[in-house]
């Protein structure tokens, strides 16, 4: 079964909204990694958090892990219509280092 | 850097048919991996290399699947004998490392009649 799990599945907001995606995974991991996928396109990679983080930022993004809770959220602040894309969330286990994805959660800014 | 290439982009064959996809990771990468994403099922691995050296195909959907990685610049994918539930997009993905972030290349859609 998928290791990571999205939700929502679709999320449409205006644009300066804030937009969180959250994802929830099944068993210990190395590190989690979020992806961008517009339409049509390969996956883009955004940023990478390892099991001993609790929070990083890029840019206008802003990851949090709980291991605890085996969940991670992405919130992108200030969204602008560019953001409107794909976001998938990969968990790399801790044994063997593939990535698993999940089904992803799609993003819609609208202007 | 040009980053991953595949091709062909797109590819319409008939059942039956031997289809071959194609990638050249990004130079200096030493792993790279083959996917597949369908609307009912995500994105799949279905194998990756690490210096040339397949290290776990235990994605690959089935004998007709088969996948080289002859030098550190080309790898192929084939598929012999295609069906119409090969139909998908298949994205190659290259890295420096296996803990860190991957380089996808843009995909190759494939219909299969």
């Known amino acids: 079964s998928q290791q990571g799990e999205e939700d929502p599945q679709a999320l449409s907001i205006q644009e300066g909204e804030n937009a969180t995606m959250n994802c929830s995974y099944k068993t210990s991991i190395n590190n989690l990694q979020w992806y961008r996928q517009n339409s049509g396109r390969g996956l883009v990679h955004l940023i990478l958090i390892r099991s001993n983080e609790r929070e990083k930022h890029s840019g206008r993004l802003r990851v949090t892990l709980d291991t605890s809770k085996k969940s991670s959220s992405l919130l992108i602040t200030a969204s602008r219509a560019a953001d409107t894309a794909s976001y998938f969330c990969a968990t790399e286990n801790n044994q063997g280092g593939k990535l698993i994805f999940g089904q992803g959660t799609e993003l819609s800014v609208k202007p | 850097d040009a980053g991953v290439i595949q091709s062909p982009r797109h590819e319409v064959t008939e059942m039956g048919q031997e289809v071959t996809l194609r990638c050249k990771p990004i130079?200096?990468?030493?792993?790279l991996f083959w996917y597949r994403q369908t609307m009912m099922r995500g994105l799949e691995l279905l194998i990756y290399f690490n210096n040339n050296v397949p290290i776990d195909d235990s994605g690959m959907p089935e004998d007709r699947f088969s996948a080289k990685m002859p030098n550190a610049s080309f790898s192929t994918l084939k598929i012999q004998p295609s069906e119409p539930r090969d139909s998908a997009v298949y994205f190659c993905a290259s890295s420096f490392g296996l803990h860190g972030g991957q380089y996808f290349g843009p995909g190759t859609r494939l219909l299969v009649l």
């Open positions: 130079s200096g990468h030493d792993y």
